[in-house]
Each structure stands twice: as C-alpha cells, then as structure tokens.
C-alpha cells in the first residue's frame, strides 16, 4: 500500500511541470501502463488530476483549492515565534514580526530585548510606512502598479532629517529592497533607532511577513547592528522553511551570543 501511494504521489510533481499522457506517466514511474492508469483514476476521482480532451493529464482544481485552504490555515506568527525568540536570546535587541493588511503594516509579535534600554512598541500598532524596515519589506513585495498607487497616496512626514521624504525617493527605496532582500531604518523615524529587516516568505516566494532587529544607538552603532544582518537573514529563511513546508532542510549555524550582562532598571523608548 505504501508502494501505492508513494506513485501516486509521484505523479503530481510531475504534472505539475505540464499535462502528460499515459505512456509518459508509466515510463516516469516505472510500471506498466494498467497500473499508471489505474493511479491515474483514483487521482481524478479525488479531483487531484484532470483528463483533458486530448488524453493528457493534468493537475486538478481540487489540488489547487486543497493548497489554498492549507495557505489560509497557516498561522505565520505562531510559526515564527520560537524562532523569534531564539535570535532575541542570540543578540539581545528586540525583534519584531509585521504583516500588512489593507496597506496598513502591523506588528503581531514582539520579542523584547535584554538590555536596560528598550522599544516601547505594541503587537496590533501600525507601523510608520515610509520609514520602518519591515513595511518597506512587505511593501516592496507588491506588484510595481501597486507600488506605485500606494506611494501617491501616502503621506511622508519628516520624522528625522533621514526620513524619506516623498513618492519618488520611497519607490526608489522599494527598488534597492526588492533587489537585495532585506531593509534598513537607520534612524529614519527616531534618530538614535536603528533597524535591520528581513523577508518571511511562503512556498510560492512570496513576501508573508516581514521580522526585523531594532536597538538604541546608545547600545550599538549602525554598523555593529548591521554586522547582525547575516543572522537575521537565516532566521528568517529558518520561518520560511518551516511557514511553507520545508522544514526539513538545514538552516546555516547561528552564531552564538554572549553572555547577557546585568538587568538594570528598564527606560522605554518609542520605535517604529
């Protein structure tokens, strides 16, 4: 039975790649073309495989719904949580985990960092669009006309003399995050905050959400918070893995954090 179902499985893939007929399906498995058929059927009675008009095969609608409800199902920052928590532990700053929703970017999680400064930021907060480093992300990951769209309407107050100041200079910005992958805010929205960000994508490639790591100048410099980057960047491929079915694939090794230093009383501090 097991037999069975593994070649039943290994159709799929291969349809996925364009309809075949009968003979090219048994030649891929390896059986006589009785036995392919018979896969073949109780595929299509499932609604898994299509037979077209010309005898081909195809993959069938009720696979593409099944991916969807399975999509819809998934809990991005349930998934993400112990990894955020993981890299909080790793570099002590705080790190947050955003989404967008009806061109709107908020938080929904939050780790806090184990220094005496913190972020004073809350899960469920909007984020300020034209500056943060993750709505950059989750923005940059629209399609070029909506892109645009959203940037003639949107306000871009001068929160510091770095933030960006119109339509132009944030499509610009979107750009160069589109092509490399992740974003900063390097003091963008409060002068002595900074920010490094990273993409949380799904099966289809995707931008999902978006996490980031943010701490006080007064704790580390741009470049110290930068050097944490390549850190960021696995963790966030570690989500990706697990958010879209991957997770058996090995992520790359994590440095290891120091040790953390004595909890003095906590001063908060705004963030975007």
Known sequence: MSQTVDRALSILPLLAQGPADLGQVAARLGVHKSTALRLLRTLHEHGLVYRQQDQRYRLGARLFALAQEAVESLDVREIAHQHLVALGEQCGHTVHLAVIEDSEVLYIDKVESRYPVRMYSRIGK?????????????????SEAER????????????????????????KELATVREQGWATDLGGHEESINCIGAPVRGADGRVVAAMSVSAPNVVVTADELLALL?????T???????????????????PVAPPAPPAPPVLQKEIS
């Open 126 to 142: 909007p984020v300020a669009v034209t500056v943060a480093a993750v709505a950059k992300l989750l923005i940059a990951d629209l």
């Open 148 to 171: 645009r769209a959203l940037a003639e309407r949107l306000d871009f107050p001068m929160y510091t003399p770095r933030s960006i100041p119109n339509a132009a200079a944030f499509l």
């Open 230 to 234: 390549p850190l960021l960047r696995r």
């Open 236 to 254: 966030a491929d570690a989500i990706s893995r697990e958010y879209s079915g991957n997770a058996h694939q090995p992520a790359a090794p994590a």
